[in-house]
């Protein structure tokens, strides 16, 4: 009878848990919950209509910045240095820089977006690696 009622109870928590990983969110072995499709919906209705110079993949590069990750190049997230002075002087580690996929590219290709503050309060893209910037906002 014992074992009965530990099996029984190994088995409710394995369906909380279930539960709960899908009412939450996922962990993909990065320790990041993602938020399951309808709360991505909500956030990139949230973010408001972007501006017309945007792609449209750099909605989703905006939804990865705004939930923390997880990202698909180890290089987002990591901090730049805007080193040939193109956007406003700010302390080392201000800005950050995060992909934006080119459709048909095998490696990252030239678009990112700069955020700047954390949480981000300052928004860049380029599409030219850097040549050139572009501002925008991000509803919040």
């Known amino acids: 009878m ?3 009622s530990a ?3 190994l088995l409710l928590l394995l369906a ?3 539960w709960l990983r899908q009412s939450m969110g996922v962990a993909d072995g990065s320790g990041v919950a993602i938020p399951p499709a309808d709360v991505l919906r909500q956030h990139a209705a949230k973010q408001g209509p972007l501006p017309a ?3 449209t993949e750099a909605r989703d590069t ?3 910045i705004a939930r923390g ?3 698909p190049h180890p290089q987002d997230g990591s901090v730049f240095g805007n080193r040939e002075k193109r956007l406003p002087a700010k302390p080392r580690g201000y800005y950050r820089e995060y992909t934006v996929e080119t459709p048909g590219l095998s490696h990252r290709g030239a678009r990112r977006i700069i955020t700047g503050g954390k949480p981000p309060e300052m928004y860049y893209y380029t599409d030219d690696h850097y040549d ?3 501002s925008f906002q991000v509803a919040r």
């Open 2 to 4: 014992r074992k009965l």
């Open 69 to 71: 990750g997880p990202f």
């Open 62 to 64: 905006l939804t990865l």
């Open 132 to 134: 050139s910037f572009r």
């Open 53 to 55: 110079f945007l792609p």
């Open 16 to 18: 909380s848990g279930w």
């Open 7 to 9: 099996i029984a109870l």
